[in-house]
């Protein structure tokens, strides 16, 4: 398998970003370079190894309520706010 | 030009439920609504810079709980992803969710033919008895509150983290009365297992359609459409309605389907295209790195089977085969647990079990009590059902003795005493009324005599004004036809 | 003797015997952030007037009472910028308290400052800083390491007698091999992730840059532990680390693994390293030859899982309710491109590319669950290596410090330069770094010593010893 060349442009605005063309040329050059390096992963034999951790038991909550932050608070860093909610603009659908 | 009846419509339900816990799903603010805005959030559910979940316990318990209630595959070891997407009621930007290794996967919903909309349930369709297979159920965290003004909208996060769980159904559905009583079947086993209040007009019990159509007898699928902002199970229904027959007359012209999602406008009685899905979303799941798998196999699972009710189609047949109710009547006392745990202690010591269901469901019921506080003791209607078979008081007294009862709470039989109400069994004292009636009514007699037997309809009205609507009608029945014959 | 020359240890001591006060351990290293912190710029924020408050009420009961440290600027605490040397966070001020934060508290120290990184901890050489860059204090002209950059170089820099880092790939043991100070990766689990702005979630560990081993221990004693707000912390009960210090090396099984001694690699810390395998066999341990197959791929699978896991993390800063905010968005998404836009760095950009990337539908088999089983071969590496010894020595940087400017262009170049640090995040192993030398040139020379999971008491064992045998951690930058 050889490095795919991706579309920059694409990934970028999945990832809600917007390059310009010179970051756009710049990138595209340097990921596909990285890409390549990561193509000595597909030659490993990795048939029967486990995907994921092998599972243990985490401590789970307890749905006992904790203290919120107070409203101030949790506004305190809102960059715009209005009868305590968050505003933003316009969500089009 | 074909019928519609040559088509049939494939559908398939995603069903999201809030459910019963105190905290949020991986935090511990307190999962209320209604509340002032931004008054539950910390820094885990407003994704604060270097914030952390960790998983509700109780949220997975009602999961497991609602997987064994339905039958489902259990998961020993469940795992969390993240799903991604960029939307501001979503404050991480992404949604922790389950993909590849849900709590639960299976499963069935017996549907309730009585929990059809109510002018079908006679219908084959409502008889079926059909169930319908689910494909999963997951645990997942609820997205903020937007409010929509002018040209800004407004983030409430309160509801930002709340635990969800979704059930998603197989294809199984065929039509409109079928969605319903799966939300509605779906709904009681819900309600027995206290996971949810499961109210969709309340929005605690949300529901995303997905409706296709096909030629009846064609395996492959139609082009799926699916339905949001319905707000009812009623909504369901009339949205499938109108999506189905917009379907088949567009196909009967010859028109394509489109893959689109589409928004039912419950004022219009219409579906509007929302967007089409050309570009499938790429959500780029992966497990999160957060959150370790959860074993459920150490506790959890038999922690929740420890909660199993009774559930909604084996109470139905305890009550008929133990009480003699209808079908219909065991449905209705299904769907209200705390009526029907009434209703068992007013017909534990009955002699006519059925007669106390008439009562408390007929008469009772349209009084819109409340069974868990009423002064109405359940055991008066055992009482009033007894009264009535053993002949105190006939069928019409009974009626007072109820209104009664509703007006000024007592035991039946005091009030029977209180109004003097007893019935008449006495033999001679209705021979005399009778003789009487016999005697004031010749040619009622006559006319019975003469073959016109329903002549005798009048001889009894004179008996039961003689006595007040004190005698008992079937043993002046039997006195009158004796007198007459003799 | 300023006492900003001084470790925490022999501080503590003088502390209690009252011979001096917390104000004027805070006094000294002022006078010394003063003449150094232009030149150097480790900071990014200093508490000039609350350190010199809490000094007055300090409680020198506490384990670390009086003690002033440093936070790397990815650690929230209440009512303090962290800004993670992004523009992305400007203005942004935490309501709450890291665990590690809410730890040093109740152990009785003082927040000193905040340190200078490589925006959101994605670099080597902390020349990816919106803030600035750090230099070195050993040769201004060369960059400190990173990502913790200003975190080593305030401490080797005598202008913080102890800093918190954050390792994801090495940023803690890199930057302090190139800076000539102590840096402590605890294995994954060991300490909370709690209120340390992410990076990658499951390589990311929080830890101590000190001058010495013993001051390290100290503090991972106060940080570690099971925090009921981090799910993947470790439930075993609290330790103490380092109690007894006897220095012996005695009966120690030292691997040396081959992978990590290549041909090529720069000369000075080669010879470096194998004098430092020659002490400890010289004082009774025993050196062992084992292999860690699948090292090569390390950077690889590092650079898939590690921006995967990023591409998420980072999704949170959008501009709706904390941070920079784009003005004149038409609508939220065009709010979203333009604050992300305007508000990431280069090198975060196109981190977050390449893990949305090998995410994506048709990629992520190839990419992303493919590193995933790689990992766990890596992990079954070191499991396997430690059947045959109690710690691996290797190398923490293949090279001293390099000139400021000589890499950013060469974002692979810098992606492999962490090839020593990186398989330890990848396997959750903890691991040290320390000074075990100095090139011709007067730059530091970083020892690596990796321990089994949840092996820290040896590894601060052996870099203890080690560390007290030889002069290096008494050495002076120039000033
Ligand atoms: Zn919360």
Redesign the pocket.
Known sequence: MSAPQINISDVASLARLTLTPDETAKFSAQLSQILGHMETLSQIATGAVPEVTPPAQPALRQDIPTP?LSIEAALSNAPAQANDLILVPRILE | MSTPAKWEAVIGLEVHVQLLTQT?MF???TNHYGDAPTS???????GLPGSLPVPNEEAIRLTLLTGLMLGCNLAPVARFDRKNYFYPDMPKNYQISQYDDPLCAGGLVPLDPFLFPKEIQDTAEAKAGRSIRLTRIHLEEDVAKSFHFEDRSGIDFNRA?TPLMEIVSEADLRTPGEAFSFLGSLRQVLLAGHVSHADMEKGQMRCDVNVSIRPIGQKEFGTKVELKNLNSTSGVRRALTYEIARQIAACEKGEAIAHETRRWDDQAGATFTMRTKEKAHDYRYFPDPDLLPVRTDQGLLEAARTRLPELPTVLQSRLIQAFGVTAYQASVLGADRVLCAYFEKAAAQAKSKATVANWILNDFLSTQPDPATTPILPEFFGELADLVADGTINSAQAKKVFAELMANPASPREIVKRLGLAQISDVSALGTYCDEAIAANPRSVEDYRAGKTNAINALKGFVMKKSQGKANPLQVDEILKAKLSA | MSLAYETIATLRRRLLSKEIHPRDILKDLFTQIDAREKTLHAYTYLHRESALAAAEKADLSLPLGGIPIALKDNLNALGDPCTCASKILEGYKAPYDATAVSLLRQAGSILLGRTNMDEFAMGSSTENSALGLTRNPWDPTRIPGGSSGGSAAAVAGRIALAALGSDTGGSIRQPAALCGCVGLKPTYGRVSRYGLVAFASSLDQIGPLTRTVEDSALLLSVLAGHDPRDNTTDLRPPEKFLTQKNGSVQGLRVGLPKEYFLPGMDSETESAIRSAADWFKKNGATLVDVSLPHTPTAIAVYYILATAEASANLARFDGVRYGRRATDARDVLDLYHRTRSEGFGAEVKRRIILGTFVLSQGYADAYYRQAQKVRALLRQDFEKAFTQCDLLLTPTSPEPAFPLGERTQDPLKMYLADVFTISTNLAGNGAISLPCGFTKSNLPIGLQLIGPRFGEETILRGAHAFEQAHDFFQRLPPS
Do not use: D, F, I, T
Not at chain 2, 40 to 46: D, E, R
């Open positions: 919120s | 949020k935090c511990g603010c539950h959030v910390c820094p885990v559910c407003l983290g």
